[in-house]
């Protein structure tokens, strides 16, 4: 039910040799595809999952574990990320044995992504999500989340919440609209604060239709399902 590592321990790589260890026993089981979920806002984790272990997601659950009072959950909702990792699919083959093709945010940019919350930056250097959000139609969506969510919990629980609920409507929306998270970006350009952004692409998860070699790519789960 759940996998985490002690704090004296993190940041040795041991959770990722823990997934593959799971990934290995669940193969031989005969089985296809592992789910879990985390929380949408923690830039860490979503790069772990979603970048490095190449897992993606379209399930977003409201408040999945009611209210918590653990450090990392006090004042929120529990709101969560439901992850499908296709463990033996090509994606993930590549994504274990090759490493995670970085792709910048310019890189999806240039392949006709739109970023559709645009935050901004106040005195304390904390992201402010805007009060609305685009729906562009258009392959690609960038979605920005804070770089440091913890630090937005400590110093201002309201602004907390705030991209709490902004975030919410944005990934309901998203998949609704058939979206697809299939990767995640973390963006430091000098003299400015960290940035991390989810891409999305329209899924053709079971259509005919030809996928692009950037679309091919991100999500070609063709072979998991």
């Known amino acids: 039910h759940q996998l985490g590592v002690l704090p004296e321990w993190q940041d040795k790589g041991i959770g990722y040799r823990l997934k ?37 997601c379209n399930t977003y ?14 004042g929120l909702p529990t709101d969560r990320f439901q992850v499908d990792w296709y463990i033996a699919s090509r994606r993930v083959a590549t994504r274990l044995s090759q490493g995670h093709f970085a792709l910048s945010r310019s890189s999806f ?48 629980p309201g602004l907390a919440r705030a991209w709490r ?30 940035r991390s952004f989810y891409a999305l692409v329209r899924a053709h998860l079971t259509g005919r239709e030809p996928w692009s070699v950037f679309a091919r790519h991100l999500v070609d789960l063709r072979d998991a399902e």
């Open 165 to 194: 609920f902004h975030t919410r409507e944005l990934f309901e929306t998203a998949f609704a609209l058939g979206y697809l998270v299939v990767d995640f970006i973390r963006e430091q350009e000098p003299g400015k604060p960290p």
């Open 20 to 56: 593959l260890a799971q990934r290995e026993a669940v193969r031989n089981q005969g089985l296809r595809l592992i789910t879990w979920t985390y929380d949408p806002l923690e830039s860490r984790n979503a790069y772990f999952n979603i970048a490095k272990l190449g897992a993606v």
């Open 109 to 156: 940019e240039q392949a006709g992504a739109v970023l559709v919350n645009p935050c901004r930056f106040d005195g304390r250097g904390l992201s402010i999500p805007p009060e609305t959000f685009q729906t562009p139609d258009v392959e690609f969506w960038l979605v920005e989340i804070p770089h440091h969510f913890q630090d937005i919990k400590r110093q201002d």
């Open 61 to 74: 659950i409201r408040n999945a574990y009611g209210e918590l009072h653990d450090a990392l959950n006090r």
